[in-house]
């Protein structure tokens, strides 16, 4: 500042610029953040307020309300869509009658016959799904009416699973949200609201325990107790807006988008052509389907809990004896990796050095997991070049576990030698000692003294 007499001063404060200016960017940071605020509620009140629609359901009964409350939560609403967008009608005025004026495209509850094409009003759209989310396919009406649901739909059958079967109404969520009807882990209770339902499957003579059997499956197990979302549910073998139950010779392929090694094997084995002139329905002939058990070596086997022996009975058939071969071998394997990983595991709480025997035996594990993997080639020569190295590897580690103990004993008579040894030193120093101190050793009686 400069006074009167044209000499510069300063006031006491020292940076009065700098600090009006923060305090002015901070001002008007404060104020932009609020009227964002503001102007982003006041869209979101009017918007409400125009639309009579929430307004009015939400004072009515329950059935009638409940819409209201599950559209919260509803994808549609998140993406910014509104009752007016599925069941057309004029959301502004407060007039029921013109509310639901048909002029408007006013559609209440469509009947099952409109349900399709009511989702696929803008589902079928791919222009419009670009608007919203372009990866979300646009032919899901046209691949319904390939599936079973669809084409009885288009027969008169008003009973049949529609979209809004699967995915709800009003508060459909995202398929990855855990909530949604079509997450990986509420699929197969959404599909048994209807297949779990003796009176309605009986009318179509489908059986209704399929959501029983898969719940007991390996399948499930994996699903619900290990949490593997990649673990089959009805949709990955049914598919899902094309849902049509695999026919026998199919089987093979829909299993194999999983298993695709065992698939190549029985693709050529001997079983392939007789299994598919016979319409058998290959892979579940043995491992049956909605309640798939793990698979055990005695299925391969010819004794109790053997698939083989349904279809090779005679002792003198080739089936049979091949059937022999790669269960007892298989059985064998897996006993001998059993007892050497035993007896290593107490050689080593023995304390006992065998971490490498017990890494070796991971290879005569790998070994049998090969074998078992094989058995869908049937064919036994191959199985047992499997085996063999194994055999070697879990020979030679129960061999190390015997020379593990061995060297133990060997250890434990040395110790004893040695102890027994150290004693008789002892006894013989204590003797010197006592010679050294002029005393005979064990002189103490009176006559001496």
Not at 87 to 100: C, I, L, Q, R, T
Request: with cysteine; glycine share 8%; charged share 25%.
């Amino acid at each position: 500042m400069k006074s009167r007499h044209g000499k510069y001063y300063r006031l006491k404060g020292a940076r009065p610029t700098r600090r009006v200016t923060i305090a002015f960017l901070s001002l008007v940071v404060s104020m932009t953040v609020v009227a964002v605020a503001m102007f982003y509620a006041s869209q979101k009140s009017s918007a409400e307020a125009s639309s009579s629609c929430i307004r009015c359901h939400a004072g009515l009964e329950e059935r009638l309300s409940a819409p209201t409350r599950g559209f919260e939560h509803d994808i549609h609403k998140e993406r910014g869509l509104s009752c007016t967008d599925c069941h057309g009608g004029n959301a502004v005025p407060d007039d029921v009658k013109e509310s639901h004026d048909p002029g408007h495209g006013f559609v209440g509850k469509p009947t099952a016959e409109q349900v399709p094409a009511f989702c696929g009003k803008c589902h079928s759209d791919a222009n419009l799904m670009k608007k919203f989310n372009p990866s979300l396919r646009v032919d899901q009406v046209q691949e319904y009416y390939t599936s079973v649901h669809g084409t009885r739909l288009k027969g008169g059958d008003q009973k049949v699973a529609t979209c809004i079967s699967c995915h709800g109404v009003h508060g459909i969520r995202k398929p990855d949200d855990p909530e949604s009807s079509v997450y990986a882990t509420n699929v197969a209770d959404t599909c048994g609201k209807c297949h779990s339902d003796p009176e309605r499957m009986n009318a179509y003579n489908i059986p209704h325990d399929q959501m029983d059997k898969y719940k007991t499956s390996v399948h499930a197990r994996a699903l619900y107790e290990k949490h593997d979302l990649s673990a089959p549910t009805c949709n990955d073998c049914h598919g899902n807006h094309g849902a049509v139950p695999p026919g026998l010779t199919s089987v093979a392929n829909v299993c194999g988008q999983c298993h695709g090694r065992q698939a190549g094997l029985f693709k050529d084995s001997p079983h392939k052509d007789p299994f598919e002139k016979a319409q058998a329905g290959e892979c579940i002939r043995c491992h049956s389907n909605h309640g798939i058990q793990p698979p055990s070596d005695t299925m391969a086997g010819v004794g109790n809990g053997s698939v083989c022996t349904q279809c090779h009975k005679d002792k003198d058939d080739k089936g049979f004896v091949g059937a022999q071969r790669i269960g007892g071998g298989m059985e064998k394997l897996n006993t001998d990796v059993q007892s050497a990983g035993a007896l290593l595991d107490l050689a080593e709480r023995a304390g006992m050095e065998v971490s490498k025997p017990k890494f070796d035996l991971a290879e005569a594990a790998d070994a049998l997991t090969q074998a078992r993997v094989l058995v869908h080639s049937a064919n036994p020569d191959e199985v047992e070049k499997a085996l063999g190295p194994g055999e070697e590897v879990a020979t030679k580690s129960y061999q190390a576990g015997v020379a593990a103990f061995a060297e133990l004993a060997y250890r434990r008579k040395g110790l004893i030698i040695s102890l027994i040894f150290i004693l008789f030193l002892a006894s013989l120093v204590y003797l010197k000692i006592r010679q050294i101190e002029g005393k005979p050793p064990f002189a103490n009686s009176p006559q001496e003294t």
